[in-house]
């Protein structure tokens, strides 16, 4: 099993090839091809290699799949005894990546 685990978006995502995965929006047309290259981790076959704190010599080959929002989340802030009430909601925007390959 080949898997990588890359650092995109403030977040670190296990990925494998043949999968997608929503990120933070990231600035691009459905279809671009973009390669992430802050590989922390990568392991093909039982062989690992960790990164200090990346890999230099192996990169992700990805397509922007489409655009898209997240789930709602509401806030809603209350100040006792001061009739405040403020309600609010958010939804952020998302990237769908499709892992082409991982590129050594």
């Known amino acids: 099993m080949t898997y990588a685990i890359i650092e995109a978006g403030g977040k670190q995502i296990?990925?494998?090839?043949?999968?997608?995965?929503?990120?933070n929006?990231?600035?691009?047309?459905?279809?671009d091809i973009i390669h992430l290259n802050r590989v922390l981790f990568y392991s093909k076959e039982g062989?690992?290699?960790?990164?200090?704190?990346?890999l230099r010599d192996i990169s992700i080959e990805t397509k922007i799949l489409k655009h898209l929002k997240g789930r709602k989340i509401t806030i809603?802030?209350?100040k006792p005894k001061?009739?405040?009430?403020?309600?609010?909601?958010?939804?952020?925007?998302?990237?769908?990546?499709?892992?082409?390959?991982i590129i050594e």
């Open 47 to 54: 062989s690992v290699k960790v990164g200090n704190p990346c």
């Open 14 to 23: 296990w990925v494998q090839p043949g999968r997608f995965y929503d990120l």
């Open 76 to 78: 809603f802030k209350m």
């Open 25 to 31: 929006y990231i600035n691009g047309e459905p279809g």
């Open 82 to 101: 001061k009739n405040v009430r403020v309600k609010k909601g958010h939804r952020q925007k998302l990237t769908r990546l499709f892992i082409e390959k």
